[in-house]
Each structure stands twice: as structure tokens, then as C-alpha cells.
């Protein structure tokens, strides 16, 4: 438990600062990281059992994202860059999605987690890698067309772990939304995510016998300190550095690094 505290410590901070220097949200290095850290831990039987270490993972990342979105939201409320007449309607469907992820990965196998989040990271970082842009913003689709995105994203955001900007910010764009009022949308529904979700996770994981001591469900609790403490710290630090480092190249060998590791975990 020790080793996992002090291995999160530091794990915080590499989150912190890679989200403030590439924009990148942390589930991406979060749940991998702890897929491998996990293992690690003793139990009473002596192993921690395959099947509730991708769940871990995926709660223990959203459960540390509920601050720091909180924090960023909070920010974007300040600057103006939430509308939210468009917002509010889409954080209730996204929600109710992270809400229902938490529960479908509870019944999914460890090796379908495993492949699903894999799959995504690897869409995911491709998109990163080749820089997609669309050539025309279209309109704004109906209200409804916008809630079924929102409540999709949710679901796939609890199921990776993440607080879906990644996904979001993308398609906002792509139909038009100004990019500053897109990521405002994405990280106030971030937000709704990571609570709702790890909130799913709580409660799907409470009657888990497989669970280690210091869980709450399927959270974590040493390694969600120990990420806390450092990667709200980190992030400006990060941030600072983005106006002085190549990020456009840096970007693009974490998103080969993202593959590489994303090949690895459906092929162990």
C-alpha cells in the first residue's frame, strides 16, 4: 500500500504536468499506470484478482479527476467560456451515461475492459497523432441529436476512465462551437463524469469481496491520495513549460507511446 501511495505521488505529478503542457486528460496515463501498479498490492489471498484490477483503475482515475475538472471548471465559469443554456442539458445525459458505463463495466470481463479501453485509447491517440481536422464546421445539430452524443460520451468516457474531453471537444468543434466554449462544455461535463461515474463505481464495487482493504468500492483510496496531492500542484508547471517546449512534437510521440502501451495490454 506504501509503495502504491508514494508511487501515485509521483504519478500525480507526471499527470499534472503532461495534462498543462499537452492538454491532455490524465486517464489517459492514469489507468494504465495503475493497471500495472495494482498487482503489486497483497491481499488475503494473496494475489489481487485480474478482474477487479481494470475496474480499480478506471474508478480510482475518475474519482482524482473529480477535483481537478472541478478546479478547471470553475475557471472556465470565470472566463465566460460556459454557455450554459447549451451546457446544462448535456451534463444531465452525460452523467446518467457515466452512471450507466460504471455498471456495464462491472459486469464486462477483465480482458473486454481491457480491449475496450485499449481500442479507445488507440482511436484516441491516432487522433492526436495525425492532427484530424475537419476541412468545415457544419451546424449545430438538435438538441436531441447533441443529448444522445453527450450520454454516448458518458458511457465510453466511465469506460475508460476519463472525463471525456478527448471526445467532446472534437465534436463541439466539429459542428461549429467556438473552441474556447467547447472546452468550457467538456470540462463542466467532465465534472458530471468523473463523479457520477466513480460514484457508480462506489456503489457497484461495495459488495466486491475481491477488493483489497482501503477500497471504497471499486476507489482506491491510498492511490487516489497520492494523486490528488500532486497533480493539481503540477499542472501550472506544466503549463508554464507549454510556451517553451515543441508541444505539436511532443504531442505526437505520446500519442505513439499511447499505442505502443495500449498494443501491449491487449496482447499480455
Same mark, same amino acid.
Given at each position: 500500500m506504501l509503495f502504491i501511495l508514494m508511487s501515485c505521488i509521483l504519478l500525480g505529478a507526471i499527470v499534472g504536468f503532461l495534462a498543462g503542457l499537452l492538454g491532455i486528460g490524465g486517464g489517459l496515463i492514469v489507468v494504465p499506470a495503475l493497471v500495472y501498479l495494482l498487482p503489486t498490492l497483497v491481499v488475503e489471498s494473496g494475489v489481487l484478482s485480474n478482474e477487479v484490477i481494470m475496474p480499480m483503475a478506471l474508478a480510482t482515475s475518475l474519482a482524482a479527476i473529480v477535483m481537478t475538472s472541478s478546479s478547471a471548471a470553475l475557471a472556465h465559469h470565470k472566463n465566460n467560456n460556459i454557455p450554459w443554456q447549451? &451546457? !446544462?442539458?448535456?451534463? @444531465?445525459? $452525460? #452523467?446518467? /451515461? &457515466?452512471?450507466? /458505463?460504471? *455498471? @456495464?463495466?462491472?459486469?464486462?470481463? &477483465? !480482458?473486454?475492459?481491457?480491449? *475496450? *479501453?485499449? $481500442? #479507445? $485509447?488507440m482511436i484516441l491517440a491516432s487522433y492526436m497523432l495525425f492532427s484530424i481536422r475537419s476541412k468545415r464546421s457544419r451546424q449545430l445539430p438538435s438538441q436531441i441529436k447533441l443529448q444522445a452524443i453527450s450520454f454516448v460520451t458518458g458511457v465510453v468516457a466511465s469506460l475508460m476512465g476519463m472525463a471525456g474531453g478527448a471526445i467532446l471537444v472534437p465534436v463541439l468543434t466539429y459542428f461549429g462551437i467556438p473552441l474556447r466554449h467547447g472546452i468550457g462544455i467538456a470540462t463542466v461535463c467532465g465534472v458530471m463524469v468523473a463523479l457520477f461515474g466513480s460514484f457508480g463505481y462506489i456503489l457497484s464495487g461495495l459488495d466486491n469481496q475481491l477488493l483489497p482493504h482501503w477500497s471504497l468500492g471499486y476507489v482506491y483510496l491510498p492511490a487516489l491520495l497520492g494523486l490528488v496531492m500532486t497533480s493539481s500542484l503540477f499542472a501550472p508547471v506544466g503549463v508554464k513549460f507549454a510556451a517553451k517546449l515543441p508541444v505539436q512534437t511532443l504531442k505526437k510521440c505520446f500519442a505513439v507511446f499511447l499505442i505502443l502501451v495500449a498494443m501491449k495490454m491487449i496482447f499480455t
Open positions: 447549451l &451546457a !446544462k442539458p448535456l451534463m @444531465i445525459l $452525460v #452523467a446518467l /451515461g &457515466a452512471l450507466l /458505463g460504471a *455498471f @456495464i463495466a462491472d459486469l464486462l470481463s &477483465a !480482458k473486454a475492459l481491457t480491449n *475496450f *479501453f485499449a $481500442v #479507445a $485509447v
